[in-house]
């Protein structure tokens, strides 16, 4: 029988109060302008972008269909569980989960850093966890600790997908193949909808609610993207919280 969202960890992450919150005043994020024009992504374009990117790699969902819906959902819930999984404890260190193209193409990474408590250093630290479309990022944080990288073609990463997919989704991914496409489709499509929504003079914000918040910027008529993990997947992150019991 299928589990439903509600049934699952995933969705006790979400009643987690704001205490129970990572600190984010890390330098890889783009703290949330409250002046921002912020759109939900059913007043862009995405659901229908993802259709038509989907379709010129063959793959087919008709207009009505929910599932690129879920699909989002389930790679943004899978990267975090699977982080949560493989964080490291340490101050001088940092995890990253970095996806490429097929041709070795930088186009996303996610990052988890430990911070100490130096007030209180008995006392437990906190994470940071951030989002980058910009492989300088990760360039600029190995100068100043060790960033142990992980891939989406590990194992670990397409087992934690998997149980995303079933219990987030409700859907099992037919072949790995589809599984890394659906990964390059959703950050692509996320590019393409903030480069068509990019406004001279404004930070334009499009999100997915408990999911995550992509912005762009323009600024000196270079257009400055930017995505920020939502609360519940930064809960995920602090409370090792898993897919199931």
């Known amino acids: 029988m ?26 890889l994020v783009r703290m949330i302008n409250p002046n921002a024009a912020a759109k939900s992504y059913e007043d862009t374009e995405f659901h229908q972008a993802i259709i038509v990117n989907a379709d010129s790699i063959g793959y087919t969902f008709d207009t009505n269909d929910d599932r690129p819906e879920r699909i989002v959902k389930v790679f943004f819930a899978g990267v975090s569980t699977y982080l949560s999984l493989r964080k490291v404890s340490k101050d001088d260190e940092a995890t990253a989960l970095v996806i490429s193209d097929v041709s070795g193409n930088f186009k996303f990474a ?15 630290g ?3 966890y951030t ?49 890394y496409d659906a990964c390059l489709l959703i950050i692509d499509t996320i590019i393409q ?5 990019a406004v001279e003079g404004q930070v ?3 999100e997915m609610p408990g999911y995550f918040t992509a912005s ?13 993990p939502d ?10 919280v898993d897919l199931e019991d």
């Open 110 to 124: 996610a990052i988890v850093e430990y911070h100490s408590n130096t007030e209180n250093p008995d006392e437990p």
């Open 126 to 128: 906190n994470w940071s």
């Open 193 to 197: 909808v903030l480069d068509h929504e």
């Open 204 to 206: 334009v914000d499009v």
């Open 131 to 179: 989002m980058t479309f910009y492989e300088d990022d990760i360039t600029e944080l190995e100068k100043v600790k060790k960033v142990n990288k992980l891939l989406i073609g590990d194992e670990a990463f397409k087992s934690v997908m998997s149980r995303a997919a079933y219990d987030v989704g409700g859907f099992v991914f037919e072949h790995e193949n589809f599984m």
């Open 231 to 240: 609360g519940a997947m930064k809960t995920l992150i602090k409370s090792d």
């Open 2 to 27: 299928n589990k439903q969202f509600m049934d699952t960890n995933f969705n006790r992450a979400f009643m987690m109060n704001a205490a129970g919150r990572m600190d984010n005043g890390m330098r």
């Open 216 to 228: 762009v910027s323009v600024e000196n008529g270079e257009k400055v993207f930017s995505i920020t």
